[in-house]
């Protein structure tokens, strides 16, 4: 399924290191009319979509979908929160591709 090869892996953004611990895999077929330009996003990168004013954080898969980040762990916090994911990673704005160091 996509996105379960980042369950368990750690990520660095902006000097952040961050464990996946959950995802929800969007297949290309799932993801919505709005958020199809994230389809055109090179694979491995960070991305957001927003929902009702609140940014929600995504893993790239280029063409074939985007897996949403659903729970991360910092330092040993675990947060489940879109929102507070994208500020605990320095997300700020939608459908762009943001750089992630695999750990």
Do not use: W
Not at 72 to 89: N, T, V, W, Y
């Amino acid at each position: 399924m996509l996105g379960q090869d980042l369950i368990g892996r750690r990520f660095k953004r902006q000097g952040v290191t961050f464990t996946v611990l959950e995802v929800k895999a969007f297949p290309a077929a799932e993801v919505g009319e709005r958020f199809k330009e994230l389809l055109n996003l090179e694979e491995g990168k960070l991305s957001a979509i927003r929902v009702f004013g609140h940014l929600v954080p995504n893993f790239t898969y280029g063409r074939r979908g985007v897996a949403k980040l659903a729970k991360i762990e910092i330092k040993g916090q675990k947060i489940s929160k879109a929102s507070a994911i994208a500020d605990a990673l320095g997300i700020h704005n939608d459908l762009r591709g943001y750089a992630v160091e695999p750990v």
